[in-house]
């Protein structure tokens, strides 16, 4: 594959797909797309076998199985102090994108512009751009990829009908911190506007620092769908299940959308998440699980050329590689997976103008024995 055609192929199918493509037909160690190469918990493994053996196989309620929005009515109350009515304010989704897709159906019409920052999760344009809106992206720029405010506001209008936020953030590692979420408060309070939450990767953040979910901000939260995926916190992306947390207004205006595309969710899978939240508090295990991980990778990278730029969240290492060569970085991502046998995926796709900062991302949600093994390869890399 040429960098004509992945570019012209990352245009037209995602490029996730496109690199994984590309890193199976050269035997390539996939650290392009988002997924673990291990397993889920056993135990929540069973609990679906046994939801299914118990009859759990017919369709769910449309807004989820209840015992399931019950508990996790219960975990946002323990983990951010959320007072949230079950069942008018959680809806089970096939996945976050889905739930992506459907929040930004349920609330934008034509004409209506959205506030994206980017480098972004790249379902947010095409869903935006289907619902008949305008994307209005805000570039963040390494090394540190801050928010600058006040330049945001500008990008603000009479139109401006919804802004997307993502923390932890894809690709980049960073978190919003408690001046992010005061300019979001003071936002919120001057714009007649909706906060659509990615907050994916709310449990996989690092060095002992604060998730700031909007479910925290109660001003902020009735503004706000708040979207999830019990994939990326379970180590099983491919069940893909999620949900959407908003109050009782945004709920029935994401329902109207959710009853027509979805309708109702994986019932047996919905069990076994109920069973298993029941006692099982799994995600406290994830941040050192990660950080280890994190940790590991970045500790490996050191005997590269590579320069690592600093990730506080999310399984995803961002790494400047200026000091390697200046080929742009869709061809340095095919480069790296054709000669030297290691997908990555070029950052310039999550900006709509493709600026290309030579960075490029990998996933570091795999076993140690992957990480060490790409490290090699990596590590054969000259620099200028
Ligand atoms: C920022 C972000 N949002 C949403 C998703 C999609 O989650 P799901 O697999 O539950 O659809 C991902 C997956 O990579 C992601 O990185």
Known sequence: MSEQTIRQRADERSIFAVMTQLARQHGAINLSQGFPDFDPPSELMTLVFLAMQQGKNQYAPMPGVEELLHALARKYR??????????????????????????????????????????????????????????????????????????????????TKLMILNTPHNPTGTILTDEDIAALQYIAQRYDLVFLWDEVYEHIIFDGKVHHSALRYPELYAKSLVVYSFGKTYHNTGWKTGYVIAPPALTAQYRYVHQYNVFSVHTPVQHAYAQYLQHSKWYESLPDFYQKKRDLFVQLLKQTPFRVIPCHGTYFQLVDYSDITSMSDIEFARILTTQYGVACIPVSVFYSDRRDHKVVRFCFAKREETLRRAAEKLQKIPSK
């Open 78 to 159: 323990l983990l951010y102090g959320a007072d949230l009515r079950a069942q008018d304010e959680i809806t089970i989704t096939a996945g976050a994108t889905q739930a992506l897709f459907t929040a930004i159906l349920a609330v934008v019409e034509r004409g209506d512009e959205v506030i994206v920052f980017e480098p972004a999760y790249d379902s947010y344009i095409p869903a935006i751009r289907r619902a008949g809106g305008t994307p209005v992206p805000y570039a963040m720029t390494p090394p540190d990829y801050r928010i600058d405010w006040d330049a945001v506001e500008k990008h603000i209008s009479p139109r």
